[in-house]
């Protein structure tokens, strides 16, 4: 277990930083339930939107726990069966590729957003988001720019998204061989390009994406 690696010096300043991203639960810590929410794969080609809903208990420390982004894929999986195991109710919503197509991607996401709030167990009394607030909610919202970085709630609703969705699109390379998305995740990298190009675009392709990056449009 993670607690086991760090100890000493070490121990006391990863405390130290996650105390230290608690600073709007404690600013909200009134509030009964707070719920951190985040979002991934806005900005690939391919695939869903995932947006996670998370409710730590209060004064939970998970080690390591951070945006998503600053982690390794085997930290993300780790910290994912942890928040899973911990987390007083969480949830992950999804936007298709042609929901994505259809209502674009900004809504989209707050549609992923409202569907991960609604899913949970446990209704939330305040919603700390990863900078944006979310339409057609009545609950208090709370944004917070790079919140995924300052905030425990989000990070964690951050590494819900991003490895719920990692793992579709690892399902997805074995639907769909050919484009690498176990590799790439959907993401417009050189290879990726390359692929649709060559074999055209499969189901999961979103067209508007297609049509902008590629400069190609295909029905």
């Not at 009964?32 to 991934?40: N, S, T, V």
């Not at 794969?41 to 390591?64: E, H, N, Q, S, T």
């Not at 050189?190 to 029905?219: D, K, S």
């Amino acid at each position: 277990m993670a607690a086991r690696v760090l100890k000493g010096e070490r121990l006391e300043k990863e405390l130290a930083r996650l105390e230290a991203m608690t600073e709007y639960e404690k600013e909200y810590g009134s509030s009964a339930f707070i719920c951190g929410i985040d979002e991934a794969g806005r900005g690939p080609l391919a695939g869903p939107v995932a947006a996670g809903a998370v409710i730590l208990p209060k004064d939970c420390r998970i080690l390591y726990l951070n945006d998503s982004k600053k982690l390794s894929e085997k930290r993300r999986e780790e910290l994912f069966e942890e928040i899973k195991e911990k987390a007083v109710a969480w949830s992950v919503g999804i936007a298709t590729p042609a929901r994505i197509d259809e209502i674009n991607i900004l809504q989209a996401t707050y549609e992923a957003m409202r569907e991960a709030v609604g899913q949970l167990t446990v209704k939330p009394d305040v919603l700390l988001n990863d900078a944006v607030t979310i339409p057609d909610l009545d609950i208090l919202q709370v944004p917070i720019i790079k919140g995924d970085a300052k905030s425990l709630s989000i990070a964690a609703a951050s590494i819900l998204a991003k490895v719920t969705r990692d793992h579709m699109m690892a399902g997805y390379e074995e639907m769909f061989p050919g484009y690498g998305f176990a590799k790439h995740k959907g993401y417009g990298t050189a290879a990726h390009i390359a692929a649709i190009r060559e074999l055209g675009p499969c189901p999961i392709h979103r067209r508007t994406f297609i049509r902008n990056f590629v400069g190609q449009t295909y029905e």
